[in-house]
């Protein structure tokens, strides 16, 4: 029999996602008059924008006439699409042949785990989204599970906590290093400045690591200081590639749309330009993002579409505005919680000290029927956190608020 990839067997369970599953089901099953309101999604709610829609449905349209037919496309995207991105989202900061078209920043992200070999390192964000470490274990890069321990042996875990602001300490990072580093940050809402930017430029240009700087939600981002992409740090086109998504931006999670971008003035040790072997992945695993979804990028970067889905952020991160209020209520911070994020982000991010996150998830569900995220489940540095996200309709943030208001969480000694 043909053997199994042993990358796959040192991948411990994905055990977040299903064991959310598994408790909510009992939940519902015993307590069949609750309406359940879930602030655990990560995923959009709301209908895509008007201009938006339209633009998708008139390229299907078109798509059914002789004139309007079309096929395969350039597999690095239309280059409509990639002019459009480079003048309205990186001016001045990235070339049009510097972004690559594809079908979502999480595909993205494994692929570009092949440009490294097996034998690179790797260092993440702890907590993290979960495909940075899942990817590179694949890929074969993060050698198996520490024995008795959280984490993978050959992954470099970087805490970001309430004491360092969740930017981490950087001098753990190994020299050669692949960097994941994703602002706004999932889970922990926190958006990392240009001075820290700089410094995790600094970082990885003296060590000769490249960044993957994961810019998914930029689109949420309001505070005109902050950056929006690692492109407005100096240095970072000798250091980094970005990825971003129309997912976030405009509601395609279920459409499929994202690019990274990729400077022609990033090398590897030998000198070979990153650009050149991403060109070579790109045009031969992968075979262009759709044309109607890309029809659909493009109305969503002219002046309407920027319209709708800078409406669209609003309304999310006014669920968050909803969501931190009531956690910022006196019933919470008599148990000490501290609540993060939700400015700029869609994430807010609780800290119950003393109790585990689990703990916390199971009283959330048991006194209010609110389902969340438990922070542990995002790496090590999550434990006694919970993800609270601003996806979801007004009217369930509103109602879920109210319960908010009349939970009683438990007091119990900081550690
Ligand atoms: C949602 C999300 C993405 C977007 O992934 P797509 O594949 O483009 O839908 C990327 N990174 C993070 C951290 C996310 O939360």
């Known amino acids: 029999m043909i053997a199994r990839n042993k990358a796959f067997a040192n991948l411990t369970a994905g055990y977040l996602f299903p064991e959310i599953t598994k408790r909510r089901k009992a939940y519902a099953a015993s307590h069949r008059d609750k309406k359940i309101i879930s602030l655990g999604i990560g995923n959009t709610t709301e209908p895509l924008t008007p201009h938006i829609a339209a633009a998708l449905a008139g390229c299907a349209r078109d798509l059914g006439t002789p004139e309007g037919y079309s096929g395969y496309g350039d597999e690095q995207g239309m280059a409509a699409l990639r002019e459009k991105i480079a003048q309205t989202l990186y001016p001045g900061l990235a070339a049009s042949e510097e972004i690559f078209i594809s079908d979502g920043a999480k595909c993205d992200i494994a692929r570009l785990q092949l440009l490294f070999g097996p034998e690179t390192s790797v260092a ?39 004491e360092n602001g969740f930017f981490p300490d950087l001098s753990v990072v190994k020299p050669d290093s692949l960097i994941y580093f994703c602002s706004p940050n999932n889970p922990t809402g926190a958006v990392s400045t240009k001075a820290e930017l700089q410094t995790l430029v600094d970082a990885a240009r003296r060590r000769g690591c490249i960044i993957v700087f994961d810019a998914a939600y930029s689109a949420f981002i309001r505070d005109k200081a902050l950056p929006k992409t690692i492109f ?59 044309n109607i979804a890309q029809a659909g990028g493009l109305a969503a970067l002219d002046v309407e579409g920027m319209r709708e889905t800078r409406s669209l952020a609003d309304y999310y991160l006014k669920n968050a505005a909803v969501v931190k209020k009531a956690l910022e209520g006196d019933n919470f911070k008599r148990a000490g919680v ?78």
Not at 127 to 141: E, K, L, Q, R
Not at 241 to 249: C, D, R
Not at 260 to 270: E, I, R
């Open 124 to 162: 993440v964000q702890d907590p993290a989204y979960p495909v940075y470490v899942d990817g590179s274990v694949i890929a074969g890069a993060a050698g198996g599970a520490k024995p008795g321990q959280t984490g993978y042996e050959g992954i470099t875990y970087m805490p970001c906590t309430r």
């Open 338 to 415: 501290t609540v993060f994020g939700g400015r700029n982000s869609p994430y807010l991010w609780a800290r119950f000290p003393g109790q585990k996150s689990w703990n916390v998830f199971d009283c959330l569900l048991a006194d209010c029927s609110i389902v969340t995220t438990p922070g542990s489940g995002f790496g090590p540095a999550g434990e006694s956190y919970i993800r609270f996200s601003a996806f979801g309709h007004r009217a369930d943030a509103e109602e879920a608020a109210g319960r908010l208001a009349n939970f009683a969480p438990k007091s119990a000694p900081d550690n």
């Open 232 to 290: 407005e740090i100096e240095g970072a086109r000798e250091c980094a590639v970005e990825v971003n998504s129309f997912s976030k931006l405009a509601g395609f999670t279920g459409v499929r749309l994202g690019w990274s971008v990729v400077p022609k003035t990033l090398h590897f040790a030998d000198g070979e330009p990153v650009c050149q072997d991403w060109n070579r992945v790109m045009t031969t695993l992968f075979n262009g993002a759709s």
